[in-house]
Nanobody, 122 residues
């Protein structure tokens, strides 16, 4: 099994910054794609940004130029630097990882963290 633990959420004023951190642990052979999703009250969970093992990224249009994702493959960690935060960024942010646990030919599975609350006040 793979466990993802997020940290770094909190309350910040509009225009401020936060940095989210997610660490994966457990019986991991390799983690491929990682990413951050968010879910605001009454809305569906949406992709914020994804990053491949090789470092290619895919940002939601709403966060381009403000958020930056990075990862450390050796440590199975992923970070999300969030700048110029807006009230509409308020949501629970979830870390996601696609991981293989049983070897190179095993089926990759998606794993989720428990979420961390980000609240941006106006």
């Amino acid at each position: 099994q793979v466990q993802l633990v997020e940290s770094g959420g909190g309350l910040v004023q509009a225009g401020g910054s936060l940095r989210l951190f997610c660490a994966a642990s457990g019986s991991i052979y390799r983690i491929d794609d990682m990413g951050w999703y968010r879910q605001a009250p009454g809305k569906q969970r949406e992709l914020v940004v994804a990053i491949t093992r090789g470092g290619s990224t895919n940002y939601a249009d709403s966060v381009k130029g403000r958020f930056t994702i990075s990862r450390d493959n050796a440590k199975n960690t992923v970070y999300l630097q969030m700048n110029s935060l807006k009230p509409e960024d308020t949501a629970v942010y979830y870390c996601n990882a696609e991981a293989k646990v049983a070897g190179p030919w095993s089926t990759p599975y998606n794993y989720w963290g428990q979420g961390t609350q980000v609240t941006v006040s106006s």
